[in-house]
């Protein structure tokens, strides 16, 4: 069975500052990957995903996630973060036998302070 | 080009109390899944759907709740009775096709409160 570890809870940083957020996975065989992204009051929105190819992935709005085999995971960074960032991030991984189907880590809280 | 919807968008009921959440997916798209959110247990897929059929319903808490898809376009779930911890926010989702990998579109979520 598959499982996503996000490490930190909450992470306060302030503007400008650049940012890490921390996520390790475990399965047997290989996976997709992907970094959603939950705005307050709304539902999750895709931030990026790594399916195949270059294990750099990014987004449109500044974050990157590199994919490591080896270490098992499938950390995201921004290196300048804006107070909108605000917001709760989620790791997620699927296996090709499991479908569509998604597994959620616990989350990252990310607070932008000015 | 319309999301998913999902209706009620809050709700407060009283303990033992029927509720009933709706979700309509993204037109087109043959896989529906419905989760759950709280602060305790994070993100719990309950069950999914692939064209109409349950397809693995074993997040389903217990028998007080119950999913059907009665056709391509609606969703639902029901929890009867209701209790205290059934409070979360419940999250409906969809995405189309058997490529692995595929987007999960989600709603905003029917935001429950039991009281």
């Not at chain 2, 009933?20 to 798209?29: A, M, N, Q, V, Y």
């Not at chain 2, 064209?51 to 009665?70: C, Q, T, W, Y």
């Not at chain 2, 376009?73 to 059934?86: A, C, G, M, N, V």
Request: one cysteine or more; aromatic letters at 12%.
């Amino acid at each position: 069975a598959q499982s996503v570890t996000q490490l930190d809870s909450q992470v306060p940083v302030f503007e400008e500052a650049p940012v890490e957020l921390r996520c390790n996975y475990s399965s047997s065989v290989s996976v997709y990957l992907f970094w959603y992204v939950q705005y307050p009051n709304q539902g999750l929105q895709l931030l990026l995903k790594y399916l195949s190819g270059s294990t750099l992935v990014e987004s449109i709005n500044g974050f990157e996630a590199e994919f490591n085999k080896s270490q098992t995971s499938f950390h995201l960074r921004k290196p300048s973060v804006h107070i909108s960032d605000t917001a709760e991030y989620f790791c997620a991984v699927s296996e090709p036998r499991a479908g569509n189907m998604l597994t959620f880590g616990g989350g990252t809280r990310l607070m932008v302070k000015p | 080009d319309a999301g998913v919807i999902q209706s009620p968008r809050h709700e407060v009921t009283e303990m033992g109390q029927e509720v009933t959440l709706r979700c309509k997916p993204i037109s087109g798209h043959d896989y529906l899944f419905w989760y759950r959110q709280t602060m305790m247990r994070g993100l719990e897929l309950l069950i999914y759907f692939n064209n109409n059929v349950p397809i693995d319903d074993s997040g389903m808490p217990e028998d007080r709740f119950s999913a059907k898809m009665p056709n391509a376009s609606f969703s639902t779930l029901k929890i009867q009775p209701s209790e205290p911890r059934d409070s979360a926010v419940y999250f409906c989702a969809s995405t189309l096709g058997s490529g692995y990998g595929n987007t999960i579109y989600f709603g905003e979520g029917s935001w429950l409160t039991v009281v």
